[in-house]
């Protein structure tokens, strides 16, 4: 889903592709660098990226430098980053602003961030000392191979020891939330912090901006599902860590791949519903009134998960920040899925065994009614999916969902280019608790 075109009105350049239509890596023409480019409509949202890719290169002088000689014209709807400076015109000052982005040169640039604002911020942010609010962007930091910049992160990151090194790292409080509060603050004042990658929320803006007069800059972008790519993108310009950014991007493209290559047409894809438990479950029931269900964007599993399956989609009623409603148990009983992905959030789980006592007692407990627990279509996922790491679980649900098109290897394989490439620590992901594969719940792909 090309997310972005909701808020930038953005029509993708032409391609011209050397072999074929998808997702494999091609040769883009129009550029003498020769450079091998990534098919995606995915972009950096960087004023300057003229021609809507996911990086600023010579193509996007060669663009801007065609409208100042008036070889073209400048469609503003279309290609709203060509005009880098943001002065509302196409000059030769915008070209003169791109070349400082590639060569590295401070300077001032704007972004789109999640606010629907473009936000003018230095440039480049590199070197610089990071706090971060919530996991997905230590996720991020983690993948632009900036994380012994990270000095300050919330409660949800300290617990991480088995991906992050944190001897370096000071919390801001306990709360997991991504919330910010004048004590945290003051903690990332302490740790002379510059930059905060902080989570879209106007309870973290309300903080943060304030900050910028002391010299602490915020970058607001969004951090779930495909609005991951366009995000880690984004970072990659700004921080000058672009190769970092195409690799993570190239990954996905090649799980995408192969994932069109074998599903069925969309037509004939199960249906599936997705919920999200967590260790205190009925206190959560209490407090918001059901089980969590995703049932629209901005959900980040709801938006990643599509590409397996017909996912249950209705008005958002509940959480409309993240997508997501609340159902009581019953609801489940009358509205039948083909598959169920339940995600755990907060179980405790430090081994395979606990993950697998967990959620056969979730199932037991709440779902032992429902038809997909007849057909052993109840399919145990950690929340990696609100994240970058939910990339990595792809080709687990595409496992249990059509285990006879994917193998376990496969999937096993998938995750574990992703805890080689995109962490702080090299890690053996077969020692992680991210999916359920216990015996005490007939699971049809077992």
């Given at each position: 889903m090309d997310h972005n075109s909701k808020i930038l009105t953005i029509a993708v350049v032409a391609i011209v592709l050397i072999a074929g239509i998808g997702s494999a890596i091609y040769l883009l023409t129009g550029s003498d660098s020769g450079e091998k480019r990534i098919n995606t409509t995915e972009?950096?949202?960087v004023y300057g990226n003229a021609n809507n890719d996911?990086?600023?290169d010579q193509l996007d002088i060669d663009f801007i430098?065609?409208?100042v000689d008036k070889k073209t014209t400048w469609n503003k709807?279309?290609?709203?980053?060509?005009?880098?400076?943001?002065?509302g015109t196409i000059t030769s000052k915008d070209v003169e602003l791109v070349k400082k982005i590639i060569n590295d040169e401070p300077c001032n640039v704007y972004y789109y961030n999640h606010f629907g604002e473009s936000q003018e911020i230095s440039y480049p942010q590199k070197d610089k000392r990071i706090a971060v609010t919530y996991w997905q962007q230590a996720e991020e930091m983690a993948i632009l191979g900036v994380w012994d910049n990270v000095y300050v992160a919330n409660a949800s990151v300290m617990t991480k020891t088995n991906l992050y090194d944190l001897s370096h790292v000071t919390s801001i409080g306990k709360s997991s939330g991504s919330a910010l509060d004048a004590a945290q603050v003051e903690t990332i004042l302490e740790n002379k912090i510059d930059l905060i990658i902080g989570s879209a929320y106007d309870t973290v803006r309300q903080y943060a901006d304030p900050l910028k007069s002391k010299g602490v800059e915020t970058i607001y972008l969004w951090h779930?599902?495909?609005y991951c790519l366009s995000t880690i993108l984004t970072l990659g310009v700004l921080m000058d860590e672009e190769e970092a950014a195409e690799k993570f991007l190239k990954y996905w493209v090649n799980i995408q791949e192969m994932l069109n290559d074998r599903l069925p047409a969309e037509k004939d894809?199960?249906?599936?519903v997705i919920t999200m438990m967590h260790a205190d479950e009925d206190r959560y029931i209490g407090s918001y009134g059901g089980i969590f269900t995703s049932v629209n964007d901005p959900a980040g599993e709801w938006i990643l998960i599509k590409n397996l399956g017909n996912v249950y989609t209705t008005e958002v009623t509940g959480n409309k920040t993240l997508g997501r409603n609340f159902y009581q148990p019953e609801w489940f009983i009358e509205h039948p899925f083909d598959y169920m992905v339940i995600m755990g959030s907060g179980t405790g789980a430090t081994n395979q065994d606990e993950y697998n006592a967990w959620f056969e007692g979730m199932v037991d407990k709440y779902y032992s009614k429902t038809q997909e627990y007849a057909d052993g279509n109840l399919l145990g996922v950690t929340y990696a999916f609100g994240g970058f790491s939910g990339y990595s679980l792809m080709g687990v649900l595409a496992w249990m969902i059509y285990p006879d098109l994917f193998?376990?290897?496969e999937a096993v394989d998938i995750m574990q280019e992703f805890y080689d490439n995109f962490t702080d620590k090299r890690i053996d992901c077969t020692t992680l608790p991210q999916y359920y594969?216990?015996?005490g719940y007939d699971a049809s792909y077992l």
């Amino acid at each position: 889903m090309d997310h972005n075109s909701k808020i930038l009105t953005i029509a993708v350049v032409a391609i011209v592709l050397i072999a074929g239509i998808g997702s494999a890596i091609y040769l883009l023409t129009g550029s003498d660098s020769g450079e091998k480019r990534i098919n995606t409509t995915e972009k950096a949202l960087v004023y300057g990226n003229a021609n809507n890719d996911y990086a600023i290169d010579q193509l996007d002088i060669d663009f801007i430098q065609d409208i100042v000689d008036k070889k073209t014209t400048w469609n503003k709807t279309a290609n709203p980053f060509a005009d880098a400076d943001n002065d509302g015109t196409i000059t030769s000052k915008d070209v003169e602003l791109v070349k400082k982005i590639i060569n590295d040169e401070p300077c001032n640039v704007y972004y789109y961030n999640h606010f629907g604002e473009s936000q003018e911020i230095s440039y480049p942010q590199k070197d610089k000392r990071i706090a971060v609010t919530y996991w997905q962007q230590a996720e991020e930091m983690a993948i632009l191979g900036v994380w012994d910049n990270v000095y300050v992160a919330n409660a949800s990151v300290m617990t991480k020891t088995n991906l992050y090194d944190l001897s370096h790292v000071t919390s801001i409080g306990k709360s997991s939330g991504s919330a910010l509060d004048a004590a945290q603050v003051e903690t990332i004042l302490e740790n002379k912090i510059d930059l905060i990658i902080g989570s879209a929320y106007d309870t973290v803006r309300q903080y943060a901006d304030p900050l910028k007069s002391k010299g602490v800059e915020t970058i607001y972008l969004w951090h779930a599902g495909d609005y991951c790519l366009s995000t880690i993108l984004t970072l990659g310009v700004l921080m000058d860590e672009e190769e970092a950014a195409e690799k993570f991007l190239k990954y996905w493209v090649n799980i995408q791949e192969m994932l069109n290559d074998r599903l069925p047409a969309e037509k004939d894809r199960p249906s599936i519903v997705i919920t999200m438990m967590h260790a205190d479950e009925d206190r959560y029931i209490g407090s918001y009134g059901g089980i969590f269900t995703s049932v629209n964007d901005p959900a980040g599993e709801w938006i990643l998960i599509k590409n397996l399956g017909n996912v249950y989609t209705t008005e958002v009623t509940g959480n409309k920040t993240l997508g997501r409603n609340f159902y009581q148990p019953e609801w489940f009983i009358e509205h039948p899925f083909d598959y169920m992905v339940i995600m755990g959030s907060g179980t405790g789980a430090t081994n395979q065994d606990e993950y697998n006592a967990w959620f056969e007692g979730m199932v037991d407990k709440y779902y032992s009614k429902t038809q997909e627990y007849a057909d052993g279509n109840l399919l145990g996922v950690t929340y990696a999916f609100g994240g970058f790491s939910g990339y990595s679980l792809m080709g687990v649900l595409a496992w249990m969902i059509y285990p006879d098109l994917f193998t376990h290897e496969e999937a096993v394989d998938i995750m574990q280019e992703f805890y080689d490439n995109f962490t702080d620590k090299r890690i053996d992901c077969t020692t992680l608790p991210q999916y359920y594969l216990g015996t005490g719940y007939d699971a049809s792909y077992l």
